[in-house]
């Protein structure tokens, strides 16, 4: 078995587009919603707030380069160079030899791509459909864009499963190198912002309408929560076989030890505790470990009631109530097919640092969650070495994902 690092990691966010200003916002309980002044437009749209990331074309990507790319793509693709550069590999020959892969995903292609389709089977006209429009909608759309964009001739591992996408991403891409497939993945997720994904939960009263108090939702564990606030982002790892990484003198910010995954089989919708509890216990027994050595848990915390409460009680019948645990989506957002990346490289960057983020408004602790340690109020000082990334999503998909510190 091969060991797996991280050697690059980069991503956009609704709070910041690097780690210095996103660890502000998490310091400062400063977050990402805003109201979407657009949405009103959309009759019977209750969700007019949202996270939006600060995102345009790079002036460096010419048109040719991008006429395959909706925003989700293009999102990804950019984050992935940061990630690259970040890890010393951006133009590296390694790139080319059939020893690096991708593993990414998004719950689904850019929306550009699906309203010339769309267009086409109302109008019963395929004017505006185009070369390119298949390509920006497609499922696989980022990492097939990654792919062609870095010259990337390894294995492609495309996971559109919903809130897993960016962690199925990052999990597959450490089982392929922990199994000698490849010596290099790039890994992670990426989602774009649409109205039409907020009606998504709209639809099943699951997405919040504080669309007076923007700054007050969402509210994971909370009492007073009233839904999930979508946003968008993306997230990128270069992982690495360690003795690859170790031999170019590669900075390694983390080793990936534990993925688990499973799906619950009972609901499309509802969340399970049981198939939750699994896919932790999944990822300790592939890490080796037991539960009482993480020091930090990266709850996914959506601010639905029946996902808060059933992920709650998975979490304290694996833990117990003593393991620190908080949300980063109260800051951003449900980034959906990002949302695994973006919080696994906010876990590994405070888990660095030795402090982890509170859940924003995070007042009142709902009682019919289980009783477990959140961080309210203010940043916690905690010295760990290891740390765990979760995420459930539709379909009953769950996964589980441990972070060592390398000292």
């Known amino acids: 078995m091969k060991r797996v690092v991280i050697t690059g990691m980069a991503a956009l966010t609704p709070i910041g587009n690097d780690w210095e200003t996103v660890a502000s916002h998490l310091k400062a309980q400063k977050t990402g919603i805003q109201r979407m002044e657009d949405w009103a437009g959309y009759a019977g749209l209750n969700n007019q707030i949202a996270a939006p990331v600060d995102f345009s074309r790079p002036d460096h990507y010419s048109r040719k380069q991008i006429r395959g790319m909706g925003r989700v793509a293009m999102i990804a693709t950019y984050v992935t160079e940061l990630a690259l550069i970040d890890a010393g590999l951006l133009n590296d020959p390694c790139l080319k030899n059939g020893q690096t892969g991708v593993a990414y995903g998004s719950s689904s292609g850019s929306f550009e791509g699906l309203i010339d389709f769309t267009s086409m089977l109302l109008s019963k006209d395929r004017g505006s459909l185009n070369a390119?429009?298949?390509?920006?909608?497609?499922?696989?759309?980022?990492?097939?864009?990654?792919?062609?964009?870095?010259?990337?001739?390894?294995?492609i591992i495309p996971t559109s499963s919903a809130c897993t996408s960016g962690s199925q991403g990052i999990g597959y891409a450490y089982e392929t190198i922990k199994y000698g497939i490849q010596s290099i993945m790039v890994a992670g997720g990426s989602d774009e912002l649409s109205p039409s994904q907020a009606a998504v939960f709209d639809t099943l009263f699951a997405a919040s309408t504080k669309n007076d108090e923007p700054e007050k939702s969402?509210?994971?564990?909370?009492?007073?929560?009233?839904?999930?606030?979508?946003?968008?982002?993306?997230?990128?790892?270069?992982?690495?076989?360690?003795?690859?990484?170790?031999?170019?003198?590669?900075?390694?910010?983390?080793?990936?030890?534990?993925?688990?995954?499973?799906?619950?089989?009972?609901?499309?919708?509802q969340p399970d505790s049981e198939s939750m509890q699994l896919a932790m216990k999944l990822a300790l027994q592939d890490a080796g470990l037991e539960a009482s050595k993480i020091g930090y848990i990266s709850a996914h915390g959506t601010a639905t009631e029946k996902g808060d409460v059933a992920e709650s009680q998975a979490t304290s019948i694996?833990?117990?109530?003593?393991?620190p645990i908080s949300s980063i989506k109260s800051y951003t957002g449900h980034t959906l097919g990002a949302c695994g990346a973006i919080e696994a490289w906010a876990c590994i960057n405070m888990m660095n640092e030795n402090?982890?983020?509170?859940?924003?408004?995070?007042?009142?602790?709902?009682?019919q969650c289980a009783g477990l340690d959140h961080i309210q109020g203010a940043i916690r000082k905690i010295n760990c070495d290891y740390t765990m990334n979760n995420n459930f999503a539709f379909g009953g998909i769950n996964t589980s994902l441990v972070f060592k510190k390398c000292n």
């Open 132 to 155: 390119t429009s298949y390509i920006r909608m497609m499922g696989h759309t980022c990492p097939v864009n990654i792919g062609l964009h870095f010259g990337i001739n390894g294995r």
């Open 355 to 367: 402090w982890f983020h509170p859940t924003a408004n995070l007042d009142n602790i709902d009682r």
């Open 218 to 269: 969402p509210r994971p564990f909370d009492s007073d929560r009233d839904g999930l606030v979508i946003g968008e982002g993306g997230g990128t790892f270069i992982l690495e076989e360690r003795e690859h990484a170790l031999s170019r003198g590669a900075h390694i910010y983390a080793e990936i030890i534990g993925f688990g995954t499973n799906s619950g089989g009972v609901h499309v919708t």
């Open 318 to 323: 694996v833990f117990g109530n003593n393991t």
